[in-house]
């Protein structure tokens, strides 16, 4: 079963600090990376996506992709309370099917 | 503005009822999907269409029926065969099959009493 894993936090990071937080997949024959933010009884919104290896700049966040190992990764760099919700990863894979992660819960702390 | 919609946003069920969630959207995107989230856990796919008058299972579909009689609208029923039915309910669209980008309604929220 392909799976998409990610640590449930919560990752907690002072404010201004950088925010790092992974995803590993399984299914070797994903083509694209997707980073989504999710806050408290809010819907999912699109932050970053990732479809080729190394790192991918927007604004203050960074995707990063290392397809021999499987991972990918959310830099987010100037922390603000405003960062502070739940990332979920989500994986296509080779079915054009999205497969999820259960997210990272990171508080950011004044 | 373009967006979906989802209706209602809270709801409220007694035990062996069937109740129907409401999905329209008017970015004239092409699939659509449905799905669960549980506490502490990711999104589980319920159904998808991916063109009118067609949808598929996903991943956990057993207790929930779709239709897709026009392409703007994706309505769930959570019928009374689904046994763990408290959830928080996601109907997302993309504009293509093959595009990663979904975008989301603010999502429905059901409580069985």
Known sequence: QKEVEQNSGPLSV??????????????????SFFWYRQYSG???E????????GDKEDGRFTAQLNK??????????????SDS???LCAVMDSNYQLIWGAGTKLIIKP | DGGITQSPKYLFRKEGQNVTLSCEQNLNHDAMYWYRQ??????RLIYYSQIVNDFQKG??????????????SFPL?????????????????RQGTSTGELFFGEGSRLTVL
Do not use: H, W
């Not at chain 1, 699109?46 to 290896?53: C, H, P, T, V």
């Not at chain 2, 929930?64 to 392409?71: D, G, N």
């Open chain 1, 68 to 81: 021999a190992s499987q991972y990918v990764s959310l830099l987010i760099r100037d922390s603000q309370p």
């Open chain 1, 42 to 44: 809010k819907s999912p």
């Open chain 1, 46 to 53: 699109l932050i970053m996506f990732i479809y080729s290896n």
């Open chain 2, 59 to 72: 991943d956990i579909a057993e207790g929930y029926s779709v239709s897709r009689e026009k392409k703007e």
């Open chain 2, 38 to 43: 549980d506490p502490g856990q990711g999104l």
């Open chain 2, 77 to 93: 029923t959570v019928t009374s065969a689904q046994k763990n039915p408290t959830a928080f309910y996601l109907c997302a669209s």
């Open chain 1, 85 to 87: 919700a739940t990332y």
């Open chain 1, 14 to 31: 002072p404010e201004g600090a950088i925010a790092s937080l992974n995803c590993t997949y399984s299914d070797r024959g994903s083509q």
